[in-house]
């Protein structure tokens, strides 16, 4: 039987020791935890939390890409990319990022340097001066304005008639010249005023006679009816504004004598109008104009040989 070798022996146990050792180790020092216990039934998750989603800002304006050099190493290159050398600010950046103004008569700051200071404005200090006196200058003479309220002139009422009328009704008669009234009713001056506008003026102005004028309207009325150069209408008109006096009280048996008289005159220009105002006498003032005498004169009046007088004098009878 050969001889074993001790040492190869001691070798061959040692090698076994050590693996039953790291086997041993590997089983028995594993957590029991680990080992045994199941798995953990899942759990419902908790609810994560809502986060809003960030606004999105549009992406930065694009840097200037500065060329790749050969001379350059890149990574120094990328670093003159991503930031751009800094530059100096102006004095008006300075003030807009609320930099301050260097004293006067001191340097300006380095962030100053190589750009123009300029002084701020110098605060508006009001000053009380004494107060200057100035020459009076004259004035060049000029014409006096024209108030149409003193002007029979069509030119001064913008050639319409309404506006005069208007003005006369309104009462704003106080300013007209007599004389010059009593010339446009006697057809003397037209004053710039057609004849078709001569009749509706007129009528006003005999009207302002009447209220104004009360105690010479009598008198004047006469004038124009007496007058043969008046035009027939403002004849016509005054026998009218006559019996007006009469029917307000103005005046009384001195009026009615002075329109019988008118109608004996047979006028055609005035006969049918003093006709007519007779008979609204005798309505108004029957003690002052008898209704059988106005009856009477109408009966005459058929015989005249103005159409008008005798179309008048029938409608009175027929009433």
Known sequence: MPTRNPYLLASLACLLLAVGAAFWLRQDHAPQAARNLPEPAPTAKAAEPVTKEPTKLP???LSKVIPLRDDVDPVLQDA????PPRRALSDAEVLAKGGVWPAAGSPASPALSGFPVVAPPAPSV??????VVSAPVAAAPSAPAANPLHSLQAADWKNQANQLVNALRAGKRVDLDHALVMDFLQ????FGWPESSRNWIG??????????LPERAFADLRIIQENPAAPAA???????????????GTIDQVGVDYIWQTLAQNDPATASTALVILHRLSE????????????????K??????????????SILRK
């Open 187 to 190: 057809g003397k001056d037209l």
């Open 126 to 131: 009001s000053v009380v001066s004494a107060p």
């Open 80 to 83: 003159r990319t991503a930031r």
């Open 301 to 314: 009046l058929l015989a005249s040989t103005d159409e008008r007088s005798q179309i008048t004098a029938k």
């Open 234 to 248: 403002m004849r016509d008109y005054s026998v009218q504004h006559i019996g007006d006096l009469v029917a307000n």
């Open 59 to 61: 992406p930065p304006p």
């Open 284 to 299: 108004q003032r029957p003690a002052l104009v008898p209704a059988a005498r106005v009856a009477e004169a109408a009966r």
């Open 203 to 212: 009528d006003e102005l005999m009207i302002v006679l009447v209220k104004d």
